[in-house]
């Protein structure tokens, strides 16, 4: 089973970026949906992004036109970049992989990463 590490967390100002890394063990040019999700104190963990094989992407609603989700299947790696960032983008990001995709939506595969922090606060 492919292992999932996430790097490029840390605190930035409010309309600051930052770009999170997900590197996998394994080829992930076979797997369908990878995503971002994330998850703040007291709340459930949500999709932010996802993309598959085929490079459609879906976003929550919140973070269309501020982050943009890639792959590279030829390095094994995820990438989110997150502009503008918000207070309210704090949280604690992971990455998942194997999810189903939806219409609208994706259902989590059963590979998370450790996850990593993002802090927005000035």
């Known amino acids: 089973q492919v292992q999932l590490v996430e790097s490029g967390g840390g605190l930035v100002q409010p309309g600051g970026s930052l770009r999170l890394s997900c590197a996998a063990s394994?080829?992930?040019?076979?797997?369908?949906?990878m995503g971002w999700y994330r998850q703040a104190p007291g709340k459930q963990r949500e999709l932010v992004a996802s993309i598959s094989s085929s490079g459609s992407t879906i976003y929550k609603d919140a973070v269309k036109g501020r982050f943009t989700i890639s792959r590279d299947n030829a390095n094994n790696m995820l990438y989110l970049q997150m502009n503008n960032l918000e207070p309210e983008d704090t949280a604690v990001y992971y990455c998942?992989?194997?999810?189903?995709?939806?219409?609208?939506?994706?259902?989590?595969?059963?590979?998370w990463g450790q996850g990593t922090q993002v802090t927005v606060s000035s």
């Open positions: 998942n992989a194997g999810g189903v995709p939806l219409i609208h939506t994706v259902v989590p595969g059963d590979t």
């Open positions: 394994a080829s992930i040019s076979s797997i369908n949906a």
